[in-house]
């Protein structure tokens, strides 16, 4: 079984091919760059940003047409244009909570994606659209990774809640139709894993964490000042795919092909909606017309109530990191990477096919 150490820690792993990852330039370099923090939803922004359309000058003095290239949402219309799938693209064909057999979203939540504001959203949606909010209670050490038997009695206990309702745990995905038990809703985040092992780096060694988990747990012992300064880290930094792969031991190996297939398949088959941390306006779209019994009027809760007023999580204790250092650890996820592209090009199909009309 695999331990997170605190509510939102991450779990270890590590690849023998994989070189080690100086954790220590984020703590020297990053004070050199005026790059700003990635937008993150922690920090009440949405990190949906359209590529703006202003004349640029490229590295032989050539000035643009003015008109950015599409990215996102619109590229991917772009491409299914040109394949002619646009015209048969259809909601019925990728919306899972038809293939519900309850009325309970389950929501096994990935640390540093955004998903306590999620959380939240879901909080303040249990009120407004009537439905069961149940959540794990925060634990001392967090098992991610669980026995059969375990799957089993968290199966049972999805199983056991009245519908409608939802379940939020950090766990890895678990197929509680293989328990006998009726399929509930799978739905889930991600977010750019560059940016998520920063946070999650920062994170866990910002001075209010520590109030927190003393708080909850009071003897536990403070930090070792050596671990704080730790230089190499890459061994704690976790898969966001390994949620979605399951408890399957070939999950384990950190940057493979094999859990990446077992990942992908998982949210083909099973998962509603994996929203995109980097393009919330999109998520939320995706969530309210895809799961409307729990999502009707997230977005008019979220951009009124909780980023307005409520920023969950933000970290000043966390610096702009420079380019550079990004591109090391990039070299060492890039199956994590083609995951998150892989989400991010779901989610778009999805919106897409909801077909809606341009806003002005």
């Known amino acids: 079984e695999d331990e997170l150490g605190n509510d939102d820690a991450i779990m270890n792993h590590e690849s023998e091919q994989s070189r080690d990852v100086d954790m220590d330039i ?7 760059s005026d790059e700003r923090d990635h937008p993150s939803i922690e920090n009440g922004d949405s990190g949906n940003h359209d590529t703006a359309n202003h004349s640029t000058a490229d590295n032989d003095g050539n000035r643009d047409t003015g008109i950015a290239e599409p990215t996102g949402v619109k590229a991917m219309m772009k491409l299914l244009q040109s394949t002619g799938q646009m015209t048969t693209l259809e909601p019925l064909q990728l919306n899972n909570t038809r293939r519900a057999k ?23 949606l249990s009120v407004r659209n009537g439905f069961g909010f149940h959540q794990d209670r925060v634990q001392r050490v967090e098992t991610i990774r669980l026995s059969p038997e375990d799957q089993a009695a968290l199966s049972a206990l999805v199983s056991s809640y009245e519908p409608p309702g939802v379940y939020i745990k950090h766990v890895c995905f678990t197929n ?73 031991a070939d999950c384990l190996p ?107």
Request: net charge positive; proline share 7%; with cysteine.
């Open 102 to 124: 309850q009325d309970i979203i389950f929501f096994n939540r990935v640390p540093k994606v955004g998903s306590q504001t999620l959380m939240e959203l879901l909080r303040r």
């Open 254 to 360: 950190f940057n493979t092909d094999g859990a990446l297939e077992r990942a992908k398949r998982a949210v083909e088959q099973h998962y509603a909606v994996v929203g995109v941390l980097e393009e919330l306006n999109t998520t939320l779209t995706v969530l309210e017309n895809y799961v409307p019994r729990f999502f009707e009027g997230a977005s008019d809760i979220y951009w009124n109530e909780i980023s307005r007023y409520n920023p969950i999580n933000k970290n000043a204790f966390k610096p702009p990191v420079m380019e550079e250092v990004k591109d090391i650890v990039k070299r060492n996820f890039t199956k994590e990477i083609e995951f998150y592209e892989f989400c991010k090009q779901r989610l778009h199909k999805q919106y897409l096919a909801l077909k809606l009309p341009d806003k002005p």
């Open 26 to 32: 984020l703590e020297n370099e990053s004070n050199k």
């Open 176 to 248: 509680v139709s293989e328990f006998g038990l009726p399929e509930p809703i799978y739905i889930n985040l991600v977010r750019d894993p560059i940016e998520r092992v920063i946070s999650w780096y920062y994170y866990v060694r910002a001075p209010w964490y520590y109030v927190e988990r003393k708080i909850a747990f009071p003897d536990i012992p403070l930090p070792d000042p050596k671990w704080l300064k730790k230089r190499r880290d890459w061994r704690s930094q976790a898969s966001i795919y390994v949620f979605f792969c399951g408890h399957h």
